[in-house]
């Protein structure tokens, strides 16, 4: 069983940044991919970025390219994601998620692709 555990969500002005964590735990942590997932209030939740494990590939949500990067460190079987120039609109609960199969990468947005969830972290932009 693989555990995931978000930290580092908050409240933060319009225009500041956040990093989150997600760190993972298992007997045998071998994902394929590493994603990040965000629900706002009254919305469904949406892809942000992810990550192939290995490879380092990564794909971001149109709405946050440019802004937010994704990351992993292997000897802390940890993914980070770096939010920059953050705005009201990127107010939500944010998931960390990992997929166990090799995908191809326009199915890295698919919630179906991944196979743990965290419990998520809250993140708040003041305007």
């Known amino acids: 069983q693989v555990q995931l555990v978000e930290s580092g969500g908050g409240l933060v002005q319009a225009g500041g940044s956040l990093r989150l964590s997600c760190a993972a735990s298992g007997r045998t942590y071998s994902p394929y991919i590493m994603g990040w997932f965000r629900q706002a209030p009254g919305k469904e939740r949406e892809f942000v970025a992810a990550i192939s494990w290995r490879g380092g590939n990564t794909y971001y949500a149109d709405s946050v390219k440019g802004r937010f990067t994704i990351s992993r460190e292997y000897a802390k079987n940890t993914v980070y994601l770096q939010m920059n120039s953050l705005k009201p609109e990127d107010t939500a609960v944010y998931y960390c998620?990992?997929?166990?199969?090799?995908?191809?990468?326009?199915?890295?947005?698919?919630?179906?692709?991944?196979?743990?969830w965290g419990q998520g972290t809250q993140v708040t932009v003041s305007s």
């Open positions: 998620a990992a997929g166990k199969s090799a995908l191809l990468i326009r199915l890295w947005v698919s919630e179906p692709s991944y196979d743990y």
